[in-house]
Structure formats: structure tokens, C-alpha cells
């Protein structure tokens, strides 16, 4: 199982940025997928989830400036992230769940986490 985040950077407070997490070695389709980041100093946190049908979910923290979206043909999920606050600097980890549940949204035990990407917001 491989679950490879890109498209993380450097911007300027203001700005967007858009992260990838491709998938493979298990039905991507089946399974839930979310994003969660870690600042410097703090607890990894979860920011969204979207389950295999395409319900979404947000985190306080990030609702009406990020989407998360997937390609279930490209085995894909997408984070778009706008007006990004030099309080989102952060390494940001794609997970796929079957359930995206309590277990892995409360207790970080989701099923398959990637490698993470590194987001820096200037001010």
C-alpha cells in the first residue's frame, strides 16, 4: 500500500495551493480518505474526510477554505486549500480508512497514512 502526498510548498498568506495524495495497492473506491496536518510543537490534527460516495466533512479549523475532493478513475484525493494563514504551516499526511471513523479521526489508528508534505504559509 502506498499513499504518495504532493504538492506542498511555499506561499504567501493570502495564497492556495492545491495537494495530492495518489493511492495504490488497495481499492481506492472502498475506501474512505482524509487529510490531516501537523504544525511545528503540535498535535497531528484531522482536517477532512471524504467517504467513497463523496460525503464530505471539515474541520472547523479549515471549513470554507478547503475542499477535498477525489478521482476514483485516477485513484486520487485532492485537498484545495485557500486563503492560506501562516497558521496552516504544517506537514499535511493523506489516510485512506474503510470507515474514517472515531478510531481514525479521534485515535489517529486509520488504516494507511502516507508520508506527508510540507506546507509553509508566509506572512
Known amino acids: 500500500v502506498q499513499l504518495q502526498a504532493s504538492g506542498g510548498g511555499l506561499v504567501q498568506a493570502g495564497g492556495s495551493l492545491r495537494l495530492s495524495c495518489a493511492a495504490s495497492?488497495?481499492?481506492?473506491?472502498?475506501?474512505?480518505m482524509g487529510w490531516f496536518r501537523q504544525a511545528p510543537g503540535k498535535e497531528r490534527e484531522f482536517l477532512t474526510g471524504?467517504?467513497?460516495?463523496?460525503?464530505?466533512n471539515y474541520a472547523d479549523s479549515v471549513k470554507g477554505r478547503f475542499a477535498i475532493s477525489r478521482d476514483n478513475a485516477k485513484n486520487t484525493v485532492y485537498l484545495q486549500m485557500n486563503s492560506l494563514k501562516p497558521e496552516d504551516t504544517a506537514v499535511y499526511f493523506c489516510?485512506?480508512?474503510?470507515?474514517?471513523?472515531?478510531?481514525?479521526?479521534?485515535?489517529?489508528?486509520?488504516?494507511?497514512w502516507g508520508q506527508g508534505t510540507l506546507v509553509t504559509v508566509s506572512s
Open positions: 471524504i467517504s467513497w460516495s463523496g460525503s464530505t
Open positions: 495497492g488497495f481499492i481506492f473506491s472502498s475506501y474512505a
Open positions: 489516510v485512506a480508512d474503510i470507515r474514517l471513523d472515531y478510531k481514525c479521526i479521534g485515535t489517529m489508528r486509520c488504516d494507511y
